[in-house]
């Protein structure tokens, strides 16, 4: 059971380049969120998506993009990298309803841009 | 908003100490809390997780109760070992479409 399985897990960018980090399960969860984690900072919300084809901002949306297209796959777009955008970013998803809201982790993708 | 504040780090313990990180919340109601743990290299993982006030949540020696009196969410644990070094997040539901709400994490380095 891979559960959240993100790619790559290692990056670096020049910058202005553009990249996509992709993240994919297998759990058939419709919720998926888009995480970058700073030093001492936590973990803050990019994108979120409830379902295929809906997606919205979190708390620190510029200067990225998603699409949800299927049920399984979120990936998240850097279109122009800056140095700010050095980070670990983790994909997460969990079941819809009103549950627990506990949220199932990838194991994260280290950015740096040069 | 919804916001959790948790004891800066790095919080450094000799072998089977007793550990306590604390944790508190700003909240409207009374969301799910949870302790997620992060080992060196890898992603999140659940460690334990309260949906009411006063439950009690635990798993691998760790503890926390749910106090809505205090808003508060301390993770304990009696006996620490150097396995448990590692980054520790409160956090509790709320945000984007219901999403979790994370506090800055606390460094824990667990000597032998």
């Known amino acids: 059971n891979a559960g959240v399985t993100q790619t790559p897990k290692f990056r670096i960018l020049k910058i202005g380049q553009s990249m996509t980090l992709q993240c994919t399960q297998d759990?058939?969860?419709?919720?998926m969120y888009w995480y970058r984690q700073d030093p001492g900072m936590g973990l803050k919300l990019i994108y979120y998506?409830?379902?295929?084809?809906?997606?919205d901002k979190g708390e620190v949306p510029n200067g990225y993009n998603v699409s949800r297209s299927t049920t399984e796959d979120f990936p998240l777009r850097l279109e122009l990298a800056a140095p700010s955008q050095t980070s670990v970013y983790f994909c997460?998803?969990?079941?819809?309803?009103?549950?627990?809201?506990?949220?199932?982790f990838g194991e994260g993708s280290r950015l740096t841009v040069l | 908003g919804d916001s959790v504040t948790q004891m800066e780090g790095p919080v450094t313990l000799s072998e089977e100490a007793f550990l306590t990180i604390n944790c508190t919340y700003t909240?409207?109601?009374?969301?799910?809390l949870f302790w997620y743990v992060q080992y060196p290299g890898e992603g999140l993982q659940l460690l334990l997780k309260?949906?009411?006030?006063?439950d009690k949540g635990s798993n691998k020696g760790f503890e926390a109760t749910y106090r809505k009196e205090t808003t508060s969410f301390h993770l304990e644990k009696g006996s620490v070992q150097v396995s448990d070094s590692a980054v520790y997040f409160c956090?509790?539901?709320?945000?984007?479409?219901?999403?979790?709400?994370f506090g800055k994490g606390t460094h824990l380095i667990i000597q032998p």
């Open positions: 997460a998803s969990r079941e819809p309803g009103h549950g627990t809201g506990e949220l199932f």
């Open positions: 759990m058939n969860h419709n919720y």
């Open positions: 998506s409830v379902g295929a084809g809906i997606t």
């Open positions: 909240a409207t109601g009374y969301p799910s």
């Open positions: 309260a949906t009411k006030a006063d």
């Open positions: 956090a509790l539901r709320g945000g984007g479409a219901d999403g979790l709400t």
